[in-house]
């Protein structure tokens, strides 16, 4: 089983980050994927997902601003960000659109929106 995030970094709010995510075949093959996020603090919340013919759906606090894609050829999963707020600061994780707490999430990978 893999799940690799990666990507994330130190931003200045109005700034940008790619996030990417490795996932094992397993996982991926003919799944929705999903990127999850979790703040200090808080509970781990649902960003974007995406269905492997690529319709994809957004939380209302990030629509606009990401965009969620997929190469299935790849098995990768791309997050897009822009126009970061300080409120996006998290740890950010890649999964299927149905993983529960139970199941296996990787590392994450942290973006942090500072000035």
């Known amino acids: 089983v893999q799940l690799q995030a990666s990507g994330g970094g130190l931003v200045q709010p109005g700034g940008s980050l790619r996030l990417s995510c490795a996932a094992s075949g397993s996982i991926f093959s003919s799944r929705a994927m999903a990127w999850y996020r979790q703040a200090p603090g808080k509970r781990r919340e649902l960003v974007a997902g995406i269905t492997r013919g690529g319709s994809t759906a957004y939380a209302d606090s990030v629509k606009g601003r990401f965009s969620i894609s997929r190469d299935n050829a790849k098995n990768m999963v791309y997050l897009q960000m822009n126009s970061l707020k300080s409120e996006d600061t998290a740890v950010y994780y890649c999964?299927?659109?149905?993983?529960?707490?139970?199941?296996?999430w990787g590392q994450g990978t942290l973006v942090t929106v500072s000035s």
């Open positions: 999964n299927t659109n149905v993983a529960t707490s139970q199941d296996y």
